[in-house]
């Protein structure tokens, strides 16, 4: 049987080291250590690893996996396949209703450019009759065409009068959240700025992941303030919060996996 030390075991399985620290720390993966103290892991470990990852690509949270880890510890492959098929039709269930979501937002798009197109081309003033369609949802304005583009969400000043500094997830989504954000920010270059708040550069193909984590994490943590620039291959962000939350903004940058136990309000 193959023994594997953490930077192995991460290489062999495609995950972080510190995405493997932290699932140690959440209960998913317990490890043995060498008498020298190292952390060593077997071919079995691997297999949970890979397990852990395949349950993470059907969009399945920790705590889920935390439970199908414990049928999967049971060895009868007949009780994981009957809590898996559970677990996934609700995932097909909540997908479509995505689906769904996203067709409707897709149509109203759609209306909007069939509106644009039939405007005419006026060299004056706007006038009434070029008013937006008024059924469109409240939305974030989308970047302009160019090189460079930014989208500001509202700053942390503007957020602090109405959102009280704390964090609407319970501890075990809250680490969940953080993994995502780890994982978004594996390999990426990181600055930590004087006010505090974090800054880093990412390949705009993970622009989309990103976006949709901003959103998640506004509705937890209003508090926070997020500028995203396009710049070319890469897409750059900036993330900030009123004094005193600052340790929670460095949650989401910081690779050390015990950022999350130490800085999470809940």
Same mark, same amino acid.
């Given at each position: 049987?193959?023994?594997?030390?953490?930077?192995?075991?991460?290489?062999?399985?495609?995950?972080?080291?510190?995405?493997?620290?932290?699932?140690?720390?959440?209960?998913?993966?317990?490890?043995?250590?060498?008498?020298?103290?190292?952390?060593?892991?077997?071919?079995?470990?691997?297999?949970?690893?890979?397990?852990?990852?395949?349950?993470?690509?059907?969009?399945?949270?920790?705590?889920?996996?935390?439970?199908?880890?414990?049928?999967?510890?049971?060895?009868?492959?007949?009780?994981?396949?009957?809590?898996?098929?559970?677990?996934?039709?609700?995932?097909?269930?909540?997908?479509?209703?995505?689906?769904?979501?996203?067709?409707?937002?897709?149509?109203?798009? &759609?209306?909007?450019?069939?509106? %644009?197109?039939? $405007?005419?081309?006026?060299?004056?003033? !706007?006038? /009434?009759?070029? #008013? +937006?369609?008024?059924?469109?949802?409240?939305?974030?304005?989308?970047?302009?065409?160019?090189?460079?583009?930014?989208?500001?969400?509202?700053?942390?000043?503007?957020?602090?009068?109405?959102?009280?500094?704390?964090?609407?997830?319970?501890?075990?989504?809250?680490?969940?959240?953080?993994?995502?954000?780890?994982?978004?920010?594996?390999?990426?270059?990181?600055?930590?700025?004087?006010?505090?708040?974090?800054?880093?550069?990412?390949? &705009?193909?993970?622009?989309?992941? %990103?976006?949709? $984590?901003?959103?998640?994490?506004?509705? !937890?943590? /209003?508090?926070? #303030? +997020?500028?995203?620039?396009?710049?070319?291959?890469?897409?750059?962000?900036?993330?900030?919060?009123?004094?005193?939350?600052?340790?929670?903004?460095?949650?989401?940058?910081?690779?050390?996996?015990?950022?999350?136990?130490?800085?999470?309000?809940?």
């Amino acid at each position: 049987m193959s023994t594997y030390r953490i930077s192995q075991l991460a290489e062999c399985a495609g995950v972080p080291a510190t995405t493997l620290r932290f699932y140690e720390r959440e209960g998913l993966l317990p490890v043995a250590r060498t008498s020298s103290g190292y952390r060593q892991y077997t071919d079995s470990d691997r297999e949970r690893v890979q397990f852990i990852t395949a349950a993470k690509h059907l969009g399945l949270p920790l705590d889920q996996i935390r439970e199908l880890l414990t049928v999967w510890d049971g060895g009868r492959c007949r009780s994981v396949r009957d809590e898996l098929q559970l677990l996934i039709t609700t995932q097909v269930a909540t997908a479509s209703e995505r689906i769904d979501d996203l067709r409707i937002f897709r149509g109203r798009l &759609a209306a909007a450019l069939t509106h %644009l197109r039939e $405007l005419p081309a006026n060299d004056g003033p !706007c006038d /009434p009759a070029c #008013s +937006f369609p008024p059924d469109l949802p409240a939305r974030p304005p989308a970047p302009p065409l160019g090189r460079r583009a930014a989208v500001a969400i509202p700053t942390a000043a503007e957020q602090h009068e109405s959102a009280p500094i704390a964090c609407s997830l319970d501890g075990s989504a809250y680490g969940d959240r953080i993994e995502e954000w780890r994982r978004l920010f594996d390999g990426a270059e990181v600055e930590r700025l004087p006010d505090g708040g974090r800054a880093a550069r990412l390949p &705009a193909d993970r622009a989309a992941v %990103l976006a949709q $984590l901003i959103v998640a994490e506004q509705r !937890c943590c /209003p508090f926070f #303030s +997020f500028r995203l620039t396009f710049a070319g291959a890469h897409v750059e962000l900036v993330a900030q919060a009123p004094e005193g939350a600052e340790p929670l903004v460095a949650a989401l940058f910081d690779q050390d996996p015990s950022a999350a136990g130490e800085t999470c309000p809940c």
